[in-house]
């Protein structure tokens, strides 16, 4: 659409995207189902979601227009399922930085499976590309094993329309594909371990690709982003799957302007005095500036 990729009010999201099997004995039946879909996606334009979208933006839906692109999934077949290993999404830059990290360094967000895990805030694997070891939301086994990843998107290949359709790890187990990207958990000594002949809760952590550099990802997404970054003289934000299929295969799906924000606000915490201090907190997200006409201040007594 010609406002989805808008530098400065994104709409990217909110319009239909149609996954089809293709697999139909019938090619007139997969043209019928072709063209179908593309009615969903021009109709998405006029969605509760895309309308109620608009509404919050400078944009009108008069000014909208939208084309369609037919693009080949990347994955593999496993039975009656297709997927590939693991996809997700890149930034070159990233506003919140933890650590180390500066904003330049980036941040990327991985799924086993389709990227409709990323792409609907499912729960995924972030890190940043210039420190792939450092994974502060997930620093304990534990924790891993309570927001990681339990389940993943495949595209079902038995259905004659969309099917898109949520799998559980044991099938990604039994098709091989788990091993690559996941750990098992043992409760016994709370330790995560990359060996799956041992009994324990299976778990999506990366850890092979991550923390033991079975394949170069992060040098490879770090590089992806500094290269597009100068080509579009912008930060740049990334769609991608990776397919570990001999060869192993990195693929670049989609690349937009990030959304930038202007920020000349700067705060000097030194100079505010503990009196006038009325909350504090030794955490935060992000940076900005927010007009604030009231307060109501509510003392504990």
């Known amino acids: 659409s010609l406002l989805e990729d808008s530098q400065h009010q994104s709409c990217a999201g909110i319009y239909e995207t149609v996954l089809l099997p293709n697999t139909h004995p019938d090619p007139e039946e997969r043209l019928a189902a072709l063209s179908r879909g593309i009615r969903r996606v021009y109709a998405s334009m006029f969605s509760d979601r895309a309308k109620s979208y608009l509404e919050g933006t400078p944009f009108s839906l008069e000014q909208e227009k939208m084309a369609i692109v037919l693009q080949e999934l990347v994955g593999d077949r496993h039975g009656q399922l297709f997927y590939p290993h693991f996809s997700g999404v890149a ?15 980036g941040v990327a967000l991985l799924a086993l499976g389709l990227g409709h895990t990323v792409a609907e805030g499912g729960r995924s694997v972030r890190f940043c590309p210039r420190y792939p070891q450092i994974l502060p939301h997930l620093a304990s086994p534990s924790e891993f094993l309570q927001y990681a990843q339990s389940e993943f998107y495949a595209l079902s290949l038995s259905a004659d329309e ?4 949520l799998v559980s790890l044991d099938q990604a187990e039994s098709d091989g594909t788990l091993q690559q990207v996941g750990s098992v958990y043992s409760p016994d000594d709370d330790q995560l371990r990359e060996n799956f002949r041992l009994p324990g809760a299976r778990v999506v952590t990366f850890n092979n690709i991550l923390k033991w550099k079975s394949l170069p990802l992060a040098p490879a997404l770090e590089r992806l982003l500094e290269v597009l970054r100068r080509g579009i003289g912008s930060p740049v934000e990334i769609e991608f799957a990776v397919s570990l299929s001999r060869p192993a295969t990195l693929y670049l799906l989609q690349v937009r302007p990030l959304s930038e924000f202007q920020l000349d606000t700067t705060v000097d915490l030194e100079s505010i005095q503990a009196p006038d201090v009325v909350a504090r907190s030794p955490r935060s997200m992000g940076h900005g500036s927010i007009e604030v006409n009231h307060v109501l201040y509510v003392k504990s007594q």
Do not use: M
């Open 162 to 165: 969309e099917a898109l359709t």
């Open 91 to 105: 930034l070159s830059y990233n506003y919140y930085p933890i650590g180390p990290q500066e904003p330049e360094d």
